[in-house]
DNA sequence: TTCATATACTTAACATGTTAATAGTCTTAG
DNA sequence: CTAAGACTATTAACATGTTAAGTATATGAA
């Protein structure tokens, strides 16, 4: 039945529904999983993507890297990189090929806090696997990756 | 053999094709398409959810109600407030029934904003379902919203 | 070599995210 | 009716998001 047929044609949706407030919802909800233990440690949900993104090479990583990495763009990661090498978590070396760029890596006490962290994160993640469905999480986030690869133009007004 | 001092386990997965970074990776894949017509309005991504939430219904929201469908904290709405309402796209008026809420609706010019993007925001978010799939978005969308509404427990370290 | 341009990062300025504290207003136990 | 406590919104303080400007280094054309 559709009694709303009087209603104009370009009537917005819902945005309560929309895309973008789904994907924003979702991704609150899975935080809040999160976020407790994080802030045990006295660590932003955006310090833990650095130390997670340094740890997963043993490699060094320049800024540039690490904010495509961490999705964090360049001010903050700025801003986050001193905060972070404040506290001893990173260490900066000079790149010898390029001055304008540092090396950065995890640091003894850096390594150590993602490594009592790690632990914790993988059961919390198994949790929200079996709450979920592993395999219905694994195409919820393939749909994800599709849906980001897409290539959308923007129409301006 | 290991040394004593921990080494970052292998254990945990390669972060990037995390739930959380996949949803934001997600998220600002969509913003993109949107956030140049904004900008042309001098509007943010919150301001937008702000005016549209007041034009879902053309009925008075307080501060509270208005914090819950746009998914922002009470102080960033009420900075946010603060700029609408110097901008002249919204206005509130008081609660007789309680002195401590204030009504907010949009104004004239307000509604008249809302109506000039909609139709674009509309047109961009059709592109989007073209480019992905009309039902495919649908059952995306409802993936995520299953997985908002899971109850998951946080666990501290 | 020299100089204009590009690149990598940082700083500046302001909006928003986040938690704690504050100020009014409402509610209700006593 | 009063006072204590709860509720609603705002303000404060600081971290992060975002765009623009600035600094230092690298690159390439003449």
Redesign the interface.
């Known amino acids: 039945m559709k009694p709303l047929s009087s209603e104009p044609t ?1 009537q ?26 994080l802030a ?2 006295n660590l932003s ?1 955006q310090q833990w ?1 650095v130390l ?2 340094l ?2 090479r ?1 490699e060094q990583l320049d800024a540039g890297e690490l904010a495509e ?1 961490t ?1 964090l763009l360049a001010p903050s990661l700025s801003r986050i990189l001193a905060s972070l090498e404040k506290r001893e978590l990173i260490e900066r070396a000079d790149d010898p090929a390029d001055q304008r760029r540092s090396l950065i890596s ?1 640091s ?1 006490n850096g ?2 806090l ?12 198994r ?2 696997e079996e ?2 469905g592993r395999d ?2 694994k195409r ?2 393939a ?15």
């Open positions: 370009n917005m949706r819902p945005f309560e529904q929309s895309l973008p407030m789904g994907l924003l919802r979702a991704r609150e909800s899975a935080m809040k999983v999160f976020r407790p233990m045990d440690h949900e993507r997670r993104a740890s997963a043993a990495k999705f995890l003894g390594a150590d993602v490594s009592r962290i790690g632990p914790t994160s993988e059961a919390l993640y949790s929200i709450a979920f219905r999480l919820l986030l749909e994800l990756s599709d849906l980001a690869a897409m290539e959308l133009h923007a129409v301006r007004s």
